[in-house]
Each structure stands twice: as structure tokens, then as C-alpha cells.
């Protein structure tokens, strides 16, 4: 059971009508499994609204979302916050597969943070650039680069050639309704809010349990 109030589940609950992202608010230094896979599920479908060009990051990011789905179906008591089941896991297997999707998750996630943080400040700084290719090249350098291997690397340059405008973006997001880019802007921001919290807290926490790895692929 869920120990947030009232007042955060209707908040919540308009933001998402609203069409936020809403990452769950962190609980005990937990993260809940099933509201995160929701909202991580969220997040592909907009990156799907990039053009199908960025269909491999779509479906590397839906497939870790499919493998921890998995593994937290098997128990969902156990496996109810994402810590439990990290650590259930490594405790259990040999073959930790949800230890590695949502270490993958969370950078490809990191890296949509960072993305969509550069076009607020923009936003925010009255420099609305409409070019959004050096904003998402920047993001990831700073957090999939690193793990990525030389063809990776050549193929995510190539996508990100292919980047919407800032216009068309936020059009896509808005679902084709125009005068919508402040509201659209103001739901980015607040579904930010969280994603970074839970970024950091699964970073820290795979960092104080030697899960992270740095193996180049």
C-alpha cells in the first residue's frame, strides 16, 4: 500500500490527465516498481514521437522495460519496489537480467532528462532554438556515450541527425494541437520533477551495491 496522501494521488492524477509523465514520488529511499514501469512506458511512447529513425532507442528502452516487467511479475509482493526486486535478484540468480535492464533504463532515461532539460532552460533563457540536434548530442555524451561501443556511437550520430525541431517536438507531444507549447513546456517540467529523483536515487543505490558496470558494448 502506497503511504502517499490524498492530495499527491490527485495531483498526480492531473498531471497525467494533462499528459505529464509521472515518475512515483520515492518512499523510504524506495522506488515503486509498477508506477515506474508505467512511467517509464511513457516515456518511450514519446520518444516514439521522435520518427521511426529512433526506433532502435525505442525498442532497446522497451525492452528492458519488458525484462524488469517480467521479473516483477514473478512476485509482485516481493518485487514491489525496484530495490527489493534488484536485490532479490542478485541474492537469487546467477543471470541477474532485471540488474542489468533497468541499469540500462535508467541511463537511457538519464539521458532523456537531460534532453528535455536543455529545452526548458532554453525555453526559459528566451533562446528557443528550434535546432534540438546539439542538445540531444549533448546528453549523450554525458550518459550513454561512455557505455557505447564505436558502431553505437556512429549510429546514434546518425539518428540524432534526424531530431525534430523544437516546434515540431512539442507539437507531437501536444498530440498535433497547436497553442498548446506552454501547457506542453509546464508538463514537462513537472514530470522532470521526479524522473530526476528517481534517476539519482537508482544511480546511488547501484553505486552503494557495486551493481553499476562499465562495460563498453
Known sequence: MSSESPVRENVSATAESDGGVQFPEIIDGKIDTERFLRAARDVVRIVDKFGKLFAPVRYDM????DKL???YSTD???NS???DMVLLEKSTEKDLVAVDALMWLRRALHLILLFFDKIIESHKAGDATQDLVAFLRESYKET????HGWMAQQLFNLLSRMTPSRSQLLLSLADGK???EEITLRNMEMSLINLRKN???LKEFY???NLEVDIVV
Open 76 to 78: 509482485k509482493v516481493a
Open 69 to 71: 516487467t517480467a521479473r
Open 144 to 147: 550513454l556515450e561512455p557505455y
Open 207 to 209: 553505486n552503494e551495491h
Open 178 to 180: 497547436t497553442g498548446k
Open 199 to 201: 534517476v539519482i536515487a
Open 62 to 65: 522497451q525492452g528492458n522495460i
Open 81 to 83: 519496489t525496484l530495490q
